[in-house]
């Protein structure tokens, strides 16, 4: 599976964008999707994740402002984040997973997509 991330940019704050990851290959529907971000000298954190029940998980710092959704027929996961704060800078990347739940770990993903870099503002 190659995943291509895109939509990262340079927003004021309280701006929204929507990221989307393409997945290419077979049995999209199977995987567990998840964003995953990481800032300049600080760890890969997950931000959200999707099954595909869908069970879904957002980090304590996202939760009410980011939604993420998949589109299994079009292969496409977004994330929609919405009143974006200077804090949600970093550089965003798109993971699978062959499971079916979701994993906090970025070491328990199996696929990631390159990263698409995310500027808030303030």
């Known amino acids: 599976v190659q995943l291509q991330a895109s939509g990262g940019g340079l927003v004021q704050a309280g701006a929204s964008l929507r990221l989307s990851c393409v997945a290419s290959g077979r049995n999209f529907s199977n995987y567990a999707m998840a964003w995953f971000r990481q800032a300049p000298g600080k760890e890969r954190e997950l931000v959200a994740g999707?099954?595909?029940?869908?069970?879904?998980y957002y980090s304590d710092s996202v939760k009410g402002r980011f939604t993420i959704s998949r589109d299994n027929a079009e292969n496409t996961v977004y994330l929609q984040m919405d009143s974006l704060k200077p804090e949600d800078t970093a550089n965003y990347y798109c993971?699978?997973?062959?499971?079916?739940?979701?994993?906090?770990?970025?070491?328990?993903?199996?696929?990631w997509g390159q990263g698409t870099q995310v500027t808030v503002s303030s």
């Open positions: 999707i099954t595909l029940s869908p069970s879904i």
């Open positions: 993971a699978a997973r062959t499971a079916f739940l979701i994993a906090t770990m970025p070491r328990k993903y199996d696929f």
